[in-house]
């Protein structure tokens, strides 16, 4: 039904109502509750955080409209031809949690709790005279290191977290032995013999 009449000079221009059905989480940029006929209606719907829209559902006249108005969080109705009815639901996101089993290294983070989409960042540093061995990167099981880690920065950078991840990174002592050989050779030869010793690391090899 009509809900009023605008007038311009002789002309009545009819309005339509528009009732909100809205999850508790859920908020428009848009709600009025008439529109004009033959005018546009846009809003834009937020929800609270760690939440997401679930469904939109638009009706004008009764008829479902959403398919042809609603696109990325935006409702646009070009122009009203009758009464509008928005609902819209909204469910919590998935918690997923971060899992590590770290040898000789630091991570500058290690959050445990992550929200679904959320984005995760941290960066490696081995421990003083040790160096990375193996870095390994689960998320809902899968291996995805090749995707998520920078062997040239130790950056592993997850963009959009969309299952439990476990983070294994090894690294090892850096400080391998380095030996060195001297010979040291007398000039003088008995019996044919070259008689000389062998150093090895400074120690004297009899």
Known sequence: QLNQLKTYGKYYVPTYNITYNLAEQVTLSNTDTFAYEGYEYTTTISVAESYKISSVTVLMNGEDITSTVYTDGTITIPSVTGNIEIVVVA???????????????TLSNTQEIIIENQSYTTTITPNENYKLTNVSVLM???????????????????????????????????????????????????????????????????
């Open 91 to 105: 469910e919590e996101m998935a918690r997923y949690n971060i899992a590590y089993n770290l040898t000789e290294v």
């Open 140 to 206: 809902n099981n899968e291996d995805v290191t090749s995707n998520v880690y920078n062997s040239e920065t130790n950056i592993i950078a997850i963009p959009n977290v969309i299952g439990n991840v476990e983070i294994t990174v090894v690294a090892e002592d850096g400080t391998s032995e380095e030996k060195y050989i001297s010979l040291e050779v007398n000039s003088a030869n008995v019996d044919s013999e070259v008689y000389g010793k062998v150093i090895i690391n400074d120690e004297v090899i009899d």
